[in-house]
């Protein structure tokens, strides 16, 4: 069943399948078509523009069989929760993303908005309006922010969300169920685009998505100490804007490295977070059962600033994992591999011409350097517990 969070998105269109994995489509003109079967999304496509598109068509049995085991594992949420959304002057995408709180099936004990500094009032009343905790976090930087939050919490999961989200009505019952076993430290979402209606929107989604599929996936440490000549992707475990810990976590770890993420390095503090989980023994999950939407960038200047601070916070990440746990396939993969990668993508272009891909390459070159440096200069300066 498809609620109005997931209709009539610019350039989406929603499907829900049969029992027999069959359906019809009822706007083909959309370039992403997501299929829903009892309530979840289990698979998307891409409509090349201007081809014809059938109107009906199956999904395969098997995709549905592993579904329905996945749901038949799936008992109901049993801890409580504490939401967190760090925002900073953006006060009508808060308000947006609140709106979709009241609709969730397992309501948060408490949401927390963490204020990093805005220039006015208005987040603060869209809060006070919504009837939520609200607190002003001044000093800028989301991993600061988001510190706050769980410092706040109250609950034994602790949900972080962005401001620029909405959230399906089973997001918080979903990803909360998912922690059925104590290893589990931290639980990730699927995050959908919330609208693909503009070039840079479509191109984030095609090169740069936050999805990472509609399986149910487990990362585990044992596989994570398998990785002993390369770097685990931690980043592959999901995407902050939905995403959950216990509250545990942060006393048995440490909270995030406040050198990462939007207003420090740029990016990456969630998957440094995960990956220091992961080293310490504890698994990560990812659910793709709870179901984010997320707003991407409108505009090419907006989308080409994004993927610079992606990169400079991925450079940084890097060495922060290195020094926090001295796996040394960190440091070789920031200053050996990575230029190497990208020397090589250089040279493909010059042989073979420019790709789509590669459209933003000069920016990931110059985000991937500028994470080095400010890694150098920075230091072991983190902020918070260690």
């Given at each position: ?20 994995g ?10 992403m ?50 939401v ?13 993303c ?9 309501q948060p ?15 603060k ?11 002003r976090e ?12 769980a ?7 602790v ?24 290893l ?27 999805g990472?599929?509609y ?18 992707p ?5 995407a ?10 942060f006393?048995?770890i ?8 939007a ?53 940084a ?11 040394a396939?960190?440091r ?12 090589q ?7 073979d ?14 985000g ?19």
């Amino acid at each position: 069943m498809l609620t109005d969070t997931c209709q009539n998105q610019p350039g989406l269109s929603h499907v829900v399948l049969a029992d027999d994995g069959s359906y019809v489509l009822p706007d083909p003109s959309k370039p992403m078509i997501v299929f829903w079967w009892n309530g979840r999304p289990v698979a998307h496509r891409w409509l090349s523009v201007g081809a014809p598109a059938p109107r009906e068509g199956q999904i395969d049995a098997q995709v549905l069989a592993l579904i329905a085991a996945e749901e038949g594992r799936a008992g109901p949420a049993q801890l409580d929760a504490s939401v967190v959304i760090c925002t900073r002057d953006r006060p009508e995408e808060l308000q947006r993303c609140l709106a979709s709180l009241p609709q969730q099936t397992y309501q948060p004990r408490e949401v927390i908005v963490v204020d990093n500094a805005s220039k006015d009032q208005r987040t603060k009343a869209v809060a006070m309006d919504a009837g939520v905790i609200y607190v002003r976090e001044n000093r800028t930087g989301l991993d600061i922010a988001r510190n706050t939050g769980a410092r706040l919490s109250t609950s034994q999961i602790v949900a972080y969300t962005d401001d620029d989200v909405v959230l399906h009505p089973r997001w918080l019952e979903r990803l909360v169920a998912a922690f059925d076993d104590p290893l589990i430290g931290a639980v990730t979402g699927l995050v959908l685009p919330a609208e693909l209606a503009t070039e840079a929107q479509l191109h984030f989604e095609t090169y740069w998505s936050f999805g990472q599929g509609y399986t149910r996936r487990d990362f585990e440490a044992d596989a994570f100490a398998a990785h002993k000549s390369d770097v685990f992707p931690a980043w592959k475990v999901g995407a902050g804007a939905s995403m959950a810990f216990r509250r545990e976590m942060f006393d048995r770890i440490g909270y995030f490295d406040t050198r990462l993420d939007a207003g420090r390095a740029g990016c990456s503090g969630d998957s440094e977070f995960w990956y220091r989980l992961l080293a310490k023994g504890f698994s990560c999950r990812y659910e793709p059962s709870s179901v984010a939407f997320h707003f991407h960038r409108r505009t090419m200047k907006g989308l080409s600033s994004q993927i610079f601070q992606y990169m400079r916070g991925h450079a940084a990440a890097l060495l922060v994992q290195y020094e926090r746990t001295g796996i040394a396939s960190n440091r070789i993969q920031a200053f050996f591999r990575m230029p190497r990668w990208y020397f090589q993508r250089i040279l493909k272009g010059f042989r073979d011409g420019p790709s789509a891909s590669d459209r933003f390459l000069k920016e990931e070159i110059l985000g991937y350097l500028s994470g080095l440096i400010y890694y150098i200069l920075n230091g072991t300066s983190s902020d918070e517990p260690r």
